[in-house]
């Protein structure tokens, strides 16, 4: 019954993405191409023809630059190939707000990168459904994936998308890895393709700093004996646990104890908001001694619950929640909605987006492969098995605050020409220099000590 269920959803959704793309001979020219850096002139944005350049962000004398390729080059004609020359498809398992922009951002930068977007697949938080999408989408002639299975299922994505030579893929919200474990091995398993995104660890250790800050601004004399700090943590995978020890650190660190640090796990609840609510509520409800809550979100649609329980307890005012996404946070404030969900560590999809799709073009241009692009972010302990190097580019990242918010995501939509913002209609001009794209210094761990 399950299996037929699982069928039956693959071909609504397939029905659903068929219906939806371009008729034959329909299609169009790609759009005006973004600047690398944004464009606040607000004329026409249509670039100069495209020069004979041999790659994109060549070095000066003209050769690759493995690092740099993935990302887009106004001055690079990415047609050379034939307009719509490969299909892309993003695949999630899930279908929350977060996979949604990213579908937007994608489908954003397709035609940029000369490819025909195939569609956004959501799994329904099935992972066999997932690879029935994949298989499918296969089968339709799709070469370029994006895909955000459950962690679980990349052994078998692996294994899927090896009988077919001519496909490339990447992934988007976690690292690739195969699941083994033992001593040595990184969580979660060894790396099996290049990973672009962010650390863990670091995420989550940022996070708790950020709460301890707020704290300290504005209850400098409330003992740390008087506040909760609660973490969410979903410790069926591996890279949302990761940030909840990083939390952890920080929080003994700062306060010399554990007594009052919490662990929310929706693993048995569900990684959504009433999964958030189910797990938050018994914690806060039954530590009623805590009229302080600091609560490290994980991901928006946790974080949300938990600033709907502190409101429910009436410990708005007290209380400060934050997390690593904050997609749904800027749509909250674009509503007028303030709450004790504060802070969001946040990277545009349409920046995130970008070096990923580009990635993916480059493998099926034969320019670089899984194990040579980005040569500078391999990182000497954690690269794969089998004489692999695997590289983990990093995004950079900017807190969201209420305050500054517009500006950040409008400068993201003047940097890749797009409009995903309603802010330049509210006369938000940011600075062209205030934020960046691209990190260009490899962090010092990615070296051998």
Known sequence: MKKALAILLVLCMVFTIVACKPSEGGNTPPPASPSPTPDNSGGDDTPPPPGDKAYPNANDDGTMNADTIAHYDRDFDYTRGGTFSAKVAYLATENSFLYAQSAVAYEHWAPYYGMEWYGFLTAGGDSNVFLDLLQTALDDGVTAFIL????????????????????????????????????????????????????????????????????????????????????????????????????????????????????????????????????????????????????????????????????????????????FGGSSLQVQWDAGKQDSFRYALFTAQNLYAEPIIGAVYAYLQGWVTPDSIWPSWVKWDDHGVDDHTYSQLRLPTVWLTHETYKDYLEWTDQYAHATAYPYDGEGVNPDPDAFTAIITEVPPEYKQP
Not at 170 to 199: C, H, K, T, W
């Open 148 to 323: 955000d299975p459950d962690t679980t299922v990349f052994p078998a994505v692996r294994a899927l998308i090896s009988k077919y030579p001519e496909v490339k893929w990447m992934s988007q919200m976690a690292p690739p890895r195969d699941g083994e474990s033992g001593d040595g091995i990184p969580i979660g398993g060894n790396l099996i393709n290049p990973y672009v995104g962010f650390d863990n660890f670091d995420a989550g250790a940022q996070q708790a700093i950020k709460l301890i800050e707020w704290k300290k601004e504005n209850f400098p004399d409330l003992p740390w004996s008087e506040v909760g700090f609660l973490c969410f943590n979903f410790s069926s995978s591996p890279p949302l646990a990761e940030r909840v020890i990083g939390a952890r650190e920080v929080w003994l660190n700062e306060t010399g104890s554990l007594d009052n640090f919490f662990e929310a796990d929706a693993v048995s609840t569900g990684l959504n908001l009433q999964g958030g609510l189910d797990a938050a509520t018994p914690i806060i409800s039954t530590n009623d001694q805590y009229k302080h809550w600091l609560v490290v979100g994980l991901i928006d649609d946790l974080a949300q619950a938990a600033a709907s329980v502190i409101a429910t307890q009436g410990l708005t005012d007290t209380s400060c929640v934050v997390t």
